[in-house]
């Protein structure tokens, strides 16, 4: 309801269900960006707005699961129990983050959070599930790039974390027990902004979306079926050229409006070949369909919201 929110910054949906955060933002804002306002679209009449958190700066970024939310401000964190009778459970201070990166993982055997670490390119694993509110924790940290971590996910078990750096090159897929690196993804040579990294239900594939209008499919499960650089069948070529050609290629790619932000993801599973959907924030939703062969794509298109040059977005 506009009228009674006006125009959002952020909106983040508790899973598929009728609870959404809110975050106050674009050209005609009725609430603050340093407030969380949580809506549901279930309660009956006009007032759906039910819980509002307030906060000493802008709100970067919210994650919900059924028992947790977590908000980012550009160097503290917070966490608070949820939905029912919200109260403070963390607050941890954090590198300046100004992109606010942050998961949680969503299933309920493991409350584990991943932010960036203090330390250049790291990143930070909290089990909120076996820390004590109120106590100091000892951090859990990955060393996954050289410089600044500029995207992370966790896959939906809390078993693996993928990051990109801002560079956004590489994408590296660690284990979250042990922090050894499995995987290094190669998205392209030139640099790029990630907006999203995804995991699917399955963890067999993941997806990654950049502002070079071109979203890539990485096999995880089946890494045979990745693409490798036609240089690999030259053998060793120095030290120079090594990690290029040792990385592993996508195994599909399918495109999305460039830099339009957005995010993407993958269908349920179910009958091959799977599919991954992207929604971007030109209001365009694309659902790609690729099959292990590589072949990639478009099985549906349509455009969600009619923006004008003359509108405000």
């Known amino acids: 309801d506009a009228e009674q929110v006006g125009s959002v910054g952020l909106v983040e949906m508790l899973h598929r269900s009728n609870l959404l955060a809110l975050v106050g933002g674009g050209s005609h804002p009725k609430f603050p960006d340093a407030s969380v306002l949580i809506w549901d679209d279930a309660r009956e009449g006009k007032d759906k707005l039910v819980l509002e958190f307030s906060f000493p700066k802008p709100v970067l970024a919210v994650r919900m699961r059924h028992d947790r939310l977590?908000?980012?401000?550009?160097s503290r964190l917070y966490v608070f129990s949820f939905p029912h009778r919200p109260t403070k459970l963390f607050e941890f201070d954090t590198r300046d983050n100004p992109k606010g990166i942050v998961d949680l993982c969503p299933?309920?055997?493991r409350a584990l959070l991943v932010f960036p670490g203090h330390k250049c390119g790291s990143l930070q694993l909290v089990d909120l599930g076996s820390a004590k509110p109120g106590t100091s924790l000892a951090p859990v940290t990955i060393n996954a790039h050289q410089s600044e971590v500029g995207c992370a996910a966790l896959s939906p078990s809390g078993a693996l974390v993928a990051s990109a750096s801002r560079r956004g090159t590489l994408i590296r897929l660690f284990c979250t027990q042990s922090r050894a690196r499995l995987l290094e993804l190669r998205r392209g040579t030139d640099p790029a902004t990630l907006y999203c990294l995804a995991f699917s239900p399955d963890c067999s594939f993941l997806c990654a979306?950049?502002?070079k209008g071109t979203g890539h499919v990485f096999?995880?499960?089946d890494t045979r079926l990745n693409r490798r650089s036609a240089l690999?069948?030259?053998?060793k070529v120095g030290p120079v050229l090594g990690p290029y050609v040792e990385s592993?290629?996508?195994?599909?790619?399918f495109t999305v409006p460039a830099e339009a932000p957005g995010v993407c993801a993958?269908?349920?599973?179910?009958?091959?070949?799977?599919?991954v959907i992207a929604v971007c924030v030109d209001g365009t939703f694309h659902k790609y369909v690729f099959s292990p062969d590589g072949n990639c794509n478009r099985e549906a298109f349509d455009v969600f919201l009619d923006i004008c040059d003359d509108d405000d977005f």
Do not use: I, K, M, T
């Not at 993958?266 to 599919?275: E, H, L, M, N, Y």
């Open 107 to 109: 299933s309920l055997e």
């Open 209 to 211: 979306a950049s502002d």
């Open 248 to 253: 592993q290629w996508s195994l599909a790619s």
């Open 219 to 221: 096999a995880l499960r």
């Open 70 to 74: 977590v908000v980012a401000l550009q």
């Open 266 to 275: 993958f269908g349920r599973a179910g009958r091959s070949p799977s599919s």
């Open 232 to 235: 690999a069948r030259v053998g």
